[in-house]
């Protein structure tokens, strides 16, 4: 699989996404298409309200502990964070990063203790959907200067320079609007960039070292990342929204679904483009990739598929509130912190005399995260 998804990343695929079809799907010398037997739909409309709460236990913690456990720091037309609360038997209070504005609740333990730390918080969420066809049908408060100026940068995990400033130049040819640039990128990754089950956690992000070895397989802070690297490097600002799935989806996708009595594993990251016409525009090519890989028994390598094509139509433009927001932050300084950077903030991190835990290896980082929804 490795070595066609190479050949495809140098040839066929900028074809592919300039002619509006992925390059997977050009090498099928059929023009059937199949009926949408299946249905997905989100669109703006009523608010639901959830309580979402985070515990870790540190039963093995040696020396002193540190503990940071993301909160919802979104507040936007789709999400609405509100208060939190939260319990522990150490020093426990609620802070920032300082740069990005990534919320979280940062606690502190001395040794000799069996370290506990649990926080709720409460959001409203909602579906949301933008139809780039239509300009003028949405509302939206245009971002400034600055803000899209930020949104446009290099970090750590997404240069915007070499391959992936060339990759999206390719993968653009012909596209001369945002909107045009955005859409040729969105295909060029589902067309490209592939589920890969074997990824520990969500992935790392690491764009330039995907596209350096020609393996774009990964995870959704893998493939969105390359969305937004790529956008970035063509002066489209994007951006990566770190957060969790929360409840199953209502339209019956198994891999678009959360358990709310128990979401360890559930946190996914999903993108946002900005649009002159538009605003912030929601994007998800790496929930197509996870259908396209998980959804059915068998592997699906067309997008016109009928369990495909209604997440591959509109994911582009949309997302379903079934999911919460933690935070857009790349490049995380967490406060107290005696390690290095995170690339992102999605997940609970702890330190203790050892070094910072693995949070990628919830058996033995023992935390919980569940959601209850709350009905009006």
Not at 171 to 187: H, V
Not at 265 to 271: E, L
Request: proline fraction near 5%.
């Amino acid at each position: 699989m490795t070595l066609v998804r190479r050949s495809l990343l140098k040839g066929a695929a900028a074809v592919g996404a300039l002619a509006g079809v992925p390059s997977f799907a050009l090498a099928q010398t059929s023009l059937q298409t199949f009926p949408a037997a299946r249905r997905f739909e989100p669109q703006a409309g009523a608010w639901r309200t959830f309580e979402v709460t985070t515990r870790v236990d540190l039963v093995d913690a040696k020396g002193a502990a540190r503990v940071w456990l993301p909160v919802p720091s979104i507040n936007s037309d789709w999400q609405r964070s509100l208060e939190s609360s939260f319990q522990s038997n150490g020093n426990a209070r609620m802070t920032s990063d300082g740069r990005e504005g990534a919320r979280m609740l940062y606690t502190e333990f001395a040794a000799g203790v069996t370290p506990y730390v649990e926080v709720t918080s409460r959001v409203q969420t909602q579906n949301r959907f933008v139809d780039i066809t239509q300009p003028g049908t949405h509302t939206f408060t245009p971002e400034d200067a600055g803000t899209l100026h930020h949104y446009t940068r290099a970090t750590h995990l997404l240069p915007t320079d070499g391959i992936v400033r060339s990759t999206a130049l390719k993968a653009t040819q012909g596209a001369k609007t945002d909107a045009q640039k955005a859409r040729a990128i969105y295909n060029w990754v589902v067309a490209n960039a592939w589920r890969e089950p074997k990824v520990r956690g969500c992935g790392e992000g690491d764009i330039k070292t995907m596209l350096e070895t020609g393996n774009l397989g990964g995870k959704c802070a893998d493939i969105n990342a390359l969305f937004v690297g790529l956008c970035r490097s063509v002066g489209v600002p994007a951006r990566d929204v770190y957060g969790i799935r929360l409840v199953p989806s209502a339209f019956g996708y198994k891999e678009l679904s959360g358990n709310p009595a128990s979401l360890k594993g559930a946190q996914h990251c999903r993108a946002e483009v900005y649009l002159q016409a538009h605003g912030w525009v929601a994007m998800d090519p790496a929930d197509v990739a996870k259908v396209m890989r998980l959804e059915t028994p068998e592997w699906i390598k067309r997008t016109d598929n009928a369990v495909v094509q209604p997440v591959y139509s509109r994911l582009f433009g949309g997302w379903e509130g079934n999911w919460m927001g933690w935070n857009t932050a790349h490049d995380v300084v967490l406060p107290g912190s005696q390690e290095a950077r995170l690339g992102f903030l999605m997940y609970p991190v702890a330190e203790t005399a050892d070094g910072r835990l693995d949070s990628y290896a919830p058996d033995s980082f023992k935390y919980q995260i569940t959601a209850r929804e709350i009905k009006a």
